[in-house]
């Protein structure tokens, strides 16, 4: 007879849990670019105090990102999985004076804020705060979009 009393409340409580589970597809803005969710390659960095330019070479390791149609952004250094964050994209006004911006938010802030812009196989990331890097990316040739 306890459990039947109880039984609704196991019910909410399955139905929350496997709500919670259920990751849904990320929402775009309108005219945002979807060719965002891909494979993409670490070219170079340029920004900083200094302007400082920063490569794969100077650096001494590759890096690879993805963005995947779940809300997932993977960061890869050298192969090596490093970063799995949460993140959504957002309509908003850059801080560089753009009118228009798409901007990558990411869970709990983990990572800056950053706007993009894909021009064909191009990644254009550009962080969203004073004194901040922007970076270049090529889209890899396979691609994983979840």
């Known amino acids: 007879m306890s459990f039947l009393k109880r039984s609704p409340l196991v019910l909410v409580v399955a ?3 496997i709500n919670m589970s259920c990751q849904k597809d990320l929402v775009f803005p309108e005219g945002s670019n979807k060719e965002l969710l891909n494979k993409w390659e670490w070219i170079r960095s340029s920004g900083g105090f200094a302007g400082k330019v920063i490569t794969p070479v100077s650096e001494g390791y590759s890096k690879t990102i993805e963005f995947s149609s779940k809300g997932i952004y993977k960061e890869f250094r050298n192969g090596k ?15 560089f004076g753009q009118s228009k911006a798409f901007i990558i938010k990411f869970e709990n802030e983990e990572l800056i804020n950053q706007s993009f812009l894909i021009r064909e196989d191009t990644l254009f990331l550009n962080e969203e705060v004073y004194d901040g890097f922007g970076h270049i990316f090529l889209k890899e ?3 994983s979009n979840d």
């Open 141 to 143: 040739d396979s691609n």
């Open 81 to 95: 999985q490093v970063k799995k964050i949460n993140f959504e994209i957002r309509e908003g006004k850059s801080m």
């Open 15 to 17: 139905l929350l849990t």
